[in-house]
């Protein structure tokens, strides 16, 4: 299991300005194969909190365990995929996909072993020799998830990685994730803006207060999949988040009216 313990980060400003604080007393458990989405108003601290999970950050106080094991650095068994792609353009589609096994003393022949069907499972045989500037942003985005998964990593963590793709290329992409995650059973910790996606993916569902951010809801998704979008229990749950984050990121108001799914 992955274990939140008393999370707080706070960061300092310039001399003589108060602290500017951003997650309090956060604790959360993510049992192992979980996939668990988290939704909150702009600048609540998500993206703060999933570097804290990863090792990037370390938090004012409080600490994170994967099983016993605090995690105090990146790497741990624990990979994070980013918005951006974050792919080197002067190398190939398998180059970069290499990259996430650059730790460990693997022999090329090895690595082939591990690239290959990854490669094939992720449709991406006839674009191996591919930079990146020859790729859609879909493509992009696969190739990103596959470096991390040829890392062994057992927590994925994703922030808003679809966010930039168009609608047509995000459904497919979420599509694509619940099999890959229903296939190998990672732990997966994905960050969206997007209520629907939120819904559309995650088994359970932590909404976040505005800063400083704590937990608000913790909604588990009794949902089968593939999950119908238009379902009367899909849009049941997506307004009651909704209101819940509107009342987050519009305190003054207690009536919302028509209220965008992107917050």
């Excluded at 601290?45 to 370390?58: E, P, Q, S, Y």
């Excluded at 803006?193 to 909404?207: K, M, P, Q, T, W």
Aim: net charge positive.
């Amino acid at each position: 299991m992955l274990h939140l313990k008393h999370i707080s980060q706070v960061f300092l400003k310039d001399k003589g300005q108060a602290p500017f604080e951003v997650l309090r007393e956060i604790n959360l458990t993510v049992p192992r194969g979980q996939f668990l989405c988290l939704v909150g108003p702009n600048g609540c601290g998500k993206t703060t909190l999933l570097r804290v999970v990863a090792g990037l950050m370390a938090p004012t106080q409080g600490k994170v365990f994967w099983d016993d094991r605090e995690i105090t650095a990146p790497g741990q068994g624990i990979g994070l995929i980013f918005q951006e792609f974050a792919l080197l353009p002067w190398r190939t589609v398998w180059q970069n996909i290499e990259l996430g096994m650059v730790t460990k003393p693997w022999a090329r022949a090895e690595r082939a072993q591990v690239i290959r069907p990854l490669i094939a499972r992720f449709g991406l045989e006839e674009f191996e020799h591919c930079f990146p500037k020859e790729l859609s942003g879909g493509m992009k985005q696969k190739v990103a998830i596959a470096r991390v998964l040829v890392s062994g990593s057992e927590v994925l963590l994703m922030d808003e990685p679809f966010a930039s793709l168009d609608a047509q290329s995000r459904n497919f992409l979420q599509e694509f994730l619940v099999r890959l995650w229903q296939t190998n059973g990672k732990t997966i910790i994905f960050v969206t803006h997007n209520v629907d996606e939120a819904i559309f993916l995650g088994e359970r569902i932590i909404v976040m207060r505005r800063r400083p951010s704590a937990v608000k809801l913790d909604i588990g998704i009794d949902l089968p999949y593939p999950r119908d979008r238009t379902c009367s229990q899909f849009n049941r749950i997506r307004k009651d988040i909704l209101e819940s984050l509107g009342r987050e990121t519009f305190p003054e108001s207690s009536k919302l009216g028509h209220f965008s799914q992107d917050l």
